[in-house]
């Protein structure tokens, strides 16, 4: 090869090199692009209805009371499946996969202690506390840590609906009482509905005046009634009736 020939073939080498240098780099770029965007899919930055984004929304914690056997551990078992359900159809799952979920079991043991559940609704990561009858005296202390309080009533049994009424209205004595500022959400509900010796949910919302009492819970921090700070919501614990109902107004 002579002289002449030389710097041509450097020229050329020197070319080849920078569109090396340019490729590789329009590549890692590329790459880069496709890393970050595949992780921004894993966190659900992409796509509506995606779970994953309930990480980027705050946790409520929710606390769970009422007295001996009013169905608190029942309805917990029914909210976590009524939330399971919910996200298997919203990720496109067919309904024999659905069918194919264990059975509710509706036989339960009294809660001794403290008992912790979570699930997420609607993309809401929904934390909820229960805490067993048998320590009903700590319950205010559990008060501080939750943002939203559910007190389960048996409406089974009329003849002793008067132990309960004693603690919700305690509750709420206390709750508009304390000093901690932000109020906490309420919502009292009206469980067993479904049993044949329940009484009607009327009757007994108006007899313990459960709705008045609600309202002037709500009317302490000045909000108005339309607000929802505390409702009275009918359920049934067994058969799921408004589950649904109540984890909308949760979430």
């Known amino acids: 090869m002579t002289d002449q020939g030389k710097p041509a073939l450097q020229r050329q080498t020197t070319n080849l090199i920078e569109k090396a240098a340019r490729f590789n780099d329009i590549s890692e770029k590329k790459t880069s692009s496709r890393d970050k965007r595949a992780n921004f899919l894993s ?17 409520k914690n929710i606390l769970v009371i009422g007295c001996k056997n009013a ?3 029942l309805l917990l078992r029914n909210i976590s499946r009524t939330c399971e359900v919910r996200t298997l159809r919203k990720l496109n799952k067919n309904q024999n996969t659905i069918n194919s979920l264990p059975a509710l079991t509706i036989q339960t043991v009294p809660t001794i202690g403290v008992e912790n559940v979570t699930c997420t609704f609607d993309n809401q990561p929904l934390a909820f506390r229960e805490v ?7 319950w205010p202390s559990y008060f501080e840590q939750c943002s939203t309080i559910v007190f389960v ?25 304390s000093q901690s500022g932000k109020p ?15 009484e009607d949910v009327e009757k007994v919302t108006t007899f313990l005046r459960l709705q008045e009492l609600c309202d002037a819970y709500t009317k302490q921090f000045g909000l108005p009634e339309e607000s929802h700070l505390a409702i009275v919501l009918e359920i049934s614990s ?3 009736y408004n589950i649904q109902e109540l984890l909308t107004w949760l979430s």
Request: glycine share 12%.
């Open 43 to 59: 966190l659900g930055f992409f796509g509506e209805g995606n779970p994953s984004r309930a990480l980027f929304n705050q946790t």
């Open 71 to 73: 169905g608190k551990s």
């Open 132 to 138: 067993g009858s048998q320590l009903s005296p700590m």
């Open 153 to 177: 009533l048996d409406v089974s049994n009329y003849s002793k609906i008067a132990g309960p009424a004693t603690e919700i209205m305690s509750m709420l004595h206390g709750l508009m009482t």
């Open 184 to 198: 906490k959400s309420i919502a009292i509900v009206l469980n067993k509905s479904d049993v044949a010796s329940a």
């Open 238 to 240: 067994s058969t799921g």
